[in-house]
């Protein structure tokens, strides 16, 4: 109760001082007071320098240049402008518990959006012609079982993609060359849409494989010595990120004419970092910032991988190449996580690793010895390297 006293009080005078409506839960999405403002924003926005720039076609203004066009015991947090053929401007503010945008267009329609965070509905106007209300929280979820998260990271090791693709609502395909596995295909509609994450991401961008990390080119093997050979050997040390899949992703659906400032307020970030993520995933918009194809944005996303270390050592006794001598592997976990803070919420979208990879949290000095090791033991039981070159990130 104490906490919707306080957000009465701070509101009750600016149904006056700015004519916007206000109950005790929600600022209202009337836009007669902003439909009044929009040259004098253009004008005072257009008269000032920009802090940064994004792009050619979006810009950040300092917040104090539009903190009278804001509600009296608002924050501004962002100013942004932007052009897509209809400049316009993006004033985003915390009132209480709401956090708004407006957006003035320079031919004069206004729209203006609300995320509640305490209901976690958003409210959308655009320029009295069109309303929308949706929860932020009606999130689908797709996850799998221990079991068949086991189960698939065995096929992959084995490289068995005919039993991965039988299993459900997988499938399997060469894109350029390579095997891309899917997870998430049992719906059409679903898969036809672009991922978005609050974040830069795709698996391929995090992968790597076989990478070259540490070596040495004249370590002295006295087992080869002993036998007539150079003894001099080089022992490389190779390390694997790879062979994604994920175990839960959580995100909501947004079809095409949807707005970015809606896309902005489910994730509850910047408005200014919201195009540079659609941007990144090539997802266009129109004059009026909507949207130009269906998307999923993800809340939530988890992804297991293989981690790996490898040695290999210079054979000169019958491969006459580097041979693979030692390997480790171990399951890690990529996460998508969020920073929390009491007064703001959750922001800050980040990658990082929930689990590490036990593999690689060995030193590559410690693979380099083992790798040294075995290939020295071997020459000294059998007195040639027996085992072929073998293969690096499986």
Same mark, same amino acid.
């Given at each position: 109760m104490m906490v919707n006293v306080l957000v009465t009080i701070l509101l009750l005078p600016q149904i006056t001082l700015a004519e916007k409506s206000v109950d005790s839960m929600n600022v209202s999405v009337d836009i007669t007071q902003e439909k009044k403002e929009v040259n004098n924003v253009f004008k005072k926005i257009k008269s000032s320098n920009p802090n940064q720039l994004l792009s050619k076609d979006i810009k950040i203004f300092d917040n104090n240049v539009a903190s009278e066009f804001a509600p009296k015991n608002s924050t501004v947090t962002e100013v942004l402008y932007t052009d897509f053929g209809i400049p316009s401007i993006s004033i985003d503010y915390t009132l209480g518990d709401s956090r708004v945008i407006v957006t003035y267009f320079e031919d004069g329609k206004v729209e203006k959006s609300i995320l509640n965070?305490?209901?976690?509905?958003?409210?959308?106007?655009?320029?009295?012609?069109?309303?929308?209300?949706?929860?932020?929280?009606?999130?689908?979820?797709?996850?799998?079982?221990?079991?068949?998260?086991?189960?698939?990271?065995?096929?992959?090791?084995?490289?068995?993609?005919?039993?991965?693709?039988?299993?459900?609502?997988?499938?399997?395909?060469?894109?350029?060359?390579?095997?891309?596995?899917?997870?998430?295909?049992?719906?059409?509609?679903?898969?036809? #849409?672009?991922?978005?994450?609050?974040?830069?991401?795709?698996? $391929?961008?995090?992968? !790597?494989?076989?990478?070259?990390?540490? @070596?040495?080119?004249? $370590?002295?093997?006295?087992?080869?010595?002993?036998? @007539?050979?150079?003894?001099?050997?080089?022992?490389?040390? !190779?390390?694997?990120?790879?062979?994604?899949?994920?175990?839960?992703?959580?995100?909501?659906?947004?079809?095409?004419?949807r707005t970015v400032t809606a896309i902005s307020?489910?994730?509850?970030?910047?408005?200014?970092?919201?195009?540079?993520?659609?941007?990144?995933?090539?997802?266009?918009?129109?004059?009026? $910032?909507?949207?130009?194809?269906?998307?999923?944005?993800?809340?939530?996303?988890?992804? #297991?991988?293989?981690?790996?270390?490898?040695?290999?050592?210079?054979?000169?006794?019958?491969?006459?190449?580097?041979?693979?001598t030692w390997e480790t592997w171990g399951t890690g976990r990529v996460v998508l996580g969020w920073n929390y803070n009491s007064s703001t919420g959750y922001n800050n979208p980040n990658w990082y690793h929930s689990k590490r990879s036990t593999a690689l949290q060995m030193s590559d000095y410690t693979v380099f010895n083992n790798a040294f090791e075995t290939y020295n033991n071997n020459i000294n039981m059998y007195g040639v390297w027996k085992w072929g070159e073998g293969r690096l990130g499986y």
């Open positions: 965070r305490t209901s976690g509905y958003i409210t959308e106007n655009f320029n009295n012609e069109k309303k929308n209300t949706f929860n932020r929280n009606d999130v689908i979820t797709i996850s799998r079982s221990k079991e068949q998260l086991d189960t698939i990271n065995t096929l992959i090791k084995e490289r068995n993609f005919e039993e991965i693709e039988k299993i459900k609502d997988t499938t399997v395909n060469k894109v350029g060359g390579k095997t891309i596995i899917s997870f998430d295909d049992s719906n059409a509609g679903i898969l036809a #849409n672009k991922k978005v994450y609050p974040v830069p991401y795709d698996p $391929e961008w995090k992968k !790597y494989k076989a990478k070259f990390k540490y @070596g040495m080119y004249h $370590e002295y093997s006295k087992a080869l010595d002993d036998r @007539g050979y150079d003894p001099h050997v080089a022992v490389k040390v !190779y390390e694997t990120m790879d062979y994604f899949n994920y175990v839960d992703e959580s995100y909501k659906n947004f079809s095409a004419g307020l489910f994730w509850d970030v910047a408005k200014s970092g919201t195009f540079s993520w659609l941007s990144y995933a090539a997802v266009f918009v129109d004059t009026y $910032e909507r949207i130009k194809s269906s998307i999923s944005a993800v809340d939530e996303a988890a992804w #297991n991988f293989e981690g790996g270390k490898e040695g290999t050592v210079y054979d000169p006794t019958r491969s006459k190449t580097n041979v693979q």
